[in-house]
């Protein structure tokens, strides 16, 4: 069974460009969540989804959204870049069901220069 | 805002030596999650406390969640130096949130 993937790998924008990161979660997974993890941080949540909704969110500008699609697929958008949005953005499924795992992907390594 | 706070950041042990890092919740958590991550990887689960008082045990690594269910530990003994990562726990309430902690970077020295 496939794990969550993500792409693409890596991504090079200069500032003020926009970045749009995938991810497909495991299948029968309806809930995606980003995190960014900048260097020597932790996991900052970012947007949860579920069923094709927004759910909640974290403490980011809104600069930084994003959508799921029919099929679990999310993506995520982050506007107008910025230097300090340079970090590791992992993307993460788990079952609705309570409780339950989130499974993450191996990330998509976001660098502005 | 719910916190999940995690010490140390990070530690340095020598190999043989013991460790743990401890996770503080702001709130009480329906569950708790650890995860490693290795250096240059992601995130893998490597357990879930459900109970109050739970104590679960892989191997080396014995895993402790408090009665209040808002706090926990993860406790390796006699390190290796395949235990090199940083350990995250996440904490999910009643909505399906996970927040993580901060994480604490483990070194091991040969």
């Known amino acids: 069974e496939a794990g969550v993937t993500q792409s693409p790998t890596h991504l090079i924008k200069t500032r003020g460009q926009q970045a749009t990161l995938r991810c497909s979660p495991i299948s029968g997974h309806t809930s995606v969540y980003w995190y960014q993890q900048a260097l020597g941080l932790g996991l900052q949540f970012l947007l949860w989804y579920d069923e094709g909704e927004e759910r909640n969110r974290g403490n980011f500008p809104p600069r930084f959204s994003g959508r799921q699609f029919p099929n679990y697929s999310s993506e995520l958008n982050v506007n107008a870049l910025e230097l300090e949005d340079s970090a590791l953005y992992l993307c993460?499924?788990?079952?609705?069901?309570?409780?339950?795992?989130?499974?993450f992907g191996q990330g998509t390594r976001l660098t502005v220069v | 805002g719910q916190q999940v706070m995690q010490i140390p950041q990070y530690q340095h042990v020598q190999e043989g030596e013991d460790f743990t890092t401890y996770c503080n919740s702001s709130t009480t958590l329906s569950n708790i999650q650890w995860y490693k991550q290795r250096p240059g990887g992601h995130p893998v689960f490597l357990i879930q406390?459900?109970?109050?008082?739970e104590v679960k045990k892989q191997k080396r690594l014995t895993f402790q969640f408090g009665e209040a269910k808002k706090n926990s530990s993860l406790h390796i003994t006699a390190t290796q130096t395949t235990d090199v990562g940083t350990y995250f726990c996440a904490g999910q309430n009643t909505g399906n949130q996970f927040y993580f902690g901060t994480g604490t970077s483990l070194t091991v020295i040969p």
């Open positions: 406390l459900v109970k109050s008082g």
């Open positions: 993460a499924s788990s079952l609705y069901i309570f409780p339950n795992q989130a499974f």
